[in-house]
C-alpha cells in the first residue's frame, strides 16, 4: 500500500512498454491527433503502435509480430 486514498489511485495512468510490441496505457488519459481532435477510445487499456505498421493508427493491430520489429531497449 502506498498510503494514497483509493480515488487518487483510480485516476494513475500507466504505460507499459511491452517488448517488441505496443504502448499499453491503462488509465483515464486523454487521446489527441495532432490537430488536437479527441481520439475515441472505447476500452479501459489501449495498445499503441510503436512500430509503424501497423493498419489502424495509433492502435496496435499485431503487425509488430509478423513485420520484425525489436524495441531495442530490453521493454
Ligand atoms: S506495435 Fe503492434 S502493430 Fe505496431
Redesign the pocket.
Known amino acids: 500500500m502506498t498510503g494514497e486514498p483509493r480515488a487518487a489511485r483510480t485516476e494513475e495512468v500507466v504505460v507499459t512498454a511491452c517488448p517488441d510490441?505496443?504502448l499499453l496505457v491503462r488509465g483515464p488519459v486523454r487521446l489527441v491527433d495532432l490537430a488536437g481532435r479527441e481520439i475515441e477510445r472505447h476500452r479501459a487499456t489501449v495498445a499503441l503502435?510503436?512500430?509503424?505498421?501497423?493498419a489502424i493508427p495509433p492502435w496496435?493491430?499485431?503487425?509488430?509480430k509478423v513485420n520484425g520489429?525489436r524495441s531495442g531497449d530490453g521493454s
Open positions: 510490441g505496443p503502435c510503436r512500430c509503424g505498421g501497423t496496435c493491430d499485431g503487425t509488430h520489429y
